[in-house]
């Protein structure tokens, strides 16, 4: 209540970021429209579906297939496959951190003397802070702030001679108190008021101008000027490519649509322009870019979703369970790699991050195709891992168990790339005779022979999971095997999350022997 009186500030019911008018429905076909329009449907009625655009689409593309791994793939085709992940993530967990070198490094020697695999440092302050009544924000100027990261090239070298690669943040948005803002300005390559004056947008306390991607030279100058040698060149080997949901519908383009038929847009010529700098660099498969935003199209350029910005709880709407939501949704259109901010991001409002919720959320994210941590919106006020031994060993375990599925994943993998079929599955993907898998949406299949069911309820040291009926599950930290069809009550102590392995699995033993990592 208190987000939604307070500018918005928690999302609202009727938007999201990534909003392509697609469904599929339990009938085993799917309907697409192909516009950019402002969309809603309407699935309240028993007999019909309502679906309402503001202009008429170019068409409306309707698929069917026997099976529901059938429809995905034929989907997966449509839009596009993701691009696959380079190698170095799975080395372990990517640590966000956000208050300079000192503290990197710190944090660094700290988690891996508990054991800690590290495959990444995600340092999204590399421009530089500000602060504002939200908390603390970057400074948007996408340049190497040689304050908080002094001779920051050779300290990336030293990571990378160290297995650890670095990624850094960029958005579609320049500050009008910055460098690049006056360079763009003057090319013309902004968006630009109704007319043709200067258009800023209020970011909460700080001004910025709109790269306007419809002109081909501004989306070339981005991907080779900002993301090329800014980044690139600078040493980054991945970034948060954030806001790509953001472009404000009053707003005059280049190629003369109005914003409201472009906004829903963006998000993909925003993938574009990364991928687009990451292949001039000569690095597609080696650098990873992850979005928030999406629309269609976007699958085929960005090679990683994660889930925006959970509030730091459990909570069905705006926590941790709002991510395995995400990840299914998305992952029936083609986004087969998919993750989140562990532990969450949001503190507002009295809103805190506890250890516990940190090692439920760790527990999940190391059955997802990445592991990174985030600081969050206010670092001082909120649990960090590194605060507290007992969570940092824990931490280190999950670290241990996510590289420990490498071999497994990088078959999901090779899924992904021949049929589009996502890392993390709804339940009825596999199981379509039975009706209750259509009904949950508080856990998952990671490929076709785990089931992942994380605890989102604090306080709990047991859990009450679905299991699917046509098979048989072997809890994965007890060895005990459960009938499909039913609920069963596990042990879930910290440490040990709800996951069993399919009792037919070519690679049961494999799979079991993860109890060990």
Not at 31 to 46: G, I, P, S, V
Not at 209 to 225: E, I, L, M, S, Y
Not at 338 to 359: A, K, V, W
Request: glycine content about 10%.
């Amino acid at each position: 209540w208190q987000a939604d009186v307070t500018a918005k500030a928690g999302g609202d019911y009727y938007h999201t970021n990534y909003p392509q008018p697609t469904f599929l429905s339990s009938g085993r076909y799917a309907l697409h429209a192909e516009t950019t329009a402002y969309a809603d449907f309407d699935f309240r009625h028993a007999d019909f579906h309502e679906l309402q655009f503001w202009d008429v689409p170019k068409r409306i593309e309707l698929y069917g297939a026997p099976t529901f791994v059938e429809l995905v793939s034929k989907l997966s085709t449509r839009f596009g496959r993701q691009p696959a992940l380079p190698d170095w993530v799975f080395g372990g967990a990517i640590l966000g951190l956000k208050n300079g070198l000192e503290h990197a490094e710190r944090i660094i020697q700290q988690s891996q003397a508990h054991g800690v695999r590290i495959s990444g440092l995600w340092c999204e302050d590399w421009v530089g802070l500000r602060q504002t009544s939200f908390g603390k924000r970057l400074f948007w100027d996408w340049r190497w702030n040689e304050t908080r990261y002094p001779d920051a090239r050779n300290w990336v070298k030293s990571l990378n001679e160290r297995g650890i690669r670095f990624m850094g943040y960029v958005n579609p948005y320049l500050c009008n108190d910055g460098t690049l803002y006056q360079e763009a300005r003057s090319a013309g390559y902004l968006a630009t008021s109704a007319d043709g004056g200067e258009y800023l947008v209020d970011f909460g306390e700080f001004w910025c101008g709109v790269v306007d991607f419809t002109n081909p030279d501004a989306a070339q100058w981005f991907a080779q000027r900002v993301i090329g040698q800014e980044m690139l060149e600078a040493g980054l080997d991945g970034w948060m490519a954030d806001f790509g949901e953001y472009l404000p519908t009053d707003a005059r383009l280049a190629n003369g649509v109005d914003a409201m038929i472009m906004h829903n847009a963006w998000p993909t010529l925003w993938a574009e322009v990364n991928a687009r700098a990451v292949a001039q660099a000569g690095r597609t498969g080696d650098v990873v870019f992850f979005m928030r935003a999406g629309y269609t199209g976007v699958q085929a350029h960005c090679p990683l979703l994660w889930a925006g910005d959970q509030s730091v709880d459990f909570t069905r709407h705006d926590g941790l369970q709002t991510v395995i939501c995400g990840a299914l949704s998305s992952g029936l259109l083609g986004n087969a790699y998919h993750h989140s901010d562990i532990g969450g991001y949001t503190s507002l409002f009295g809103n805190r991050r506890t250890p516990e919720l940190f090692q439920r959320w760790a527990e999940m994210a190391a059955f997802t195709p990445v592991m990174r941590t985030h600081e969050g919106n206010r670092p001082d006020e909120n649990f960090q891992f590194w605060q507290d031994d007992t969570v940092l060993e824990h931490f280190a375990r999950m670290t241990r168990l996510y590289v420990g599925l490498v071999p497994y994943v990088r078959e999901l993998m090779h899924d992904a790339q021949t049929r589009g079929l996502p890392l993390q599955r709804p339940l009825f993907l596999h199981f379509e005779q039975d009706a209750h898998a259509y009904t949950i949406q508080d856990q998952y299949l990671y490929g076709e022979d785990l089931l992942v069911a994380p605890v989102h309820e604090a306080g709990r040291t047991d859990w009450q999971p679905y299991l699917p009926a046509g098979a048989q599950w072997i809890h994965l930290w007890s060895g005990e095997t459960y009938e499909g069809g039913r609920r069963v009550t596990v042990p879930a102590p910290l440490g040990e999350p709800p996951v069993f392995v399919r009792a037919d699995s070519a690679q049961r033993d494999a799979l079991l022997a993860l109890a060990t990592c």
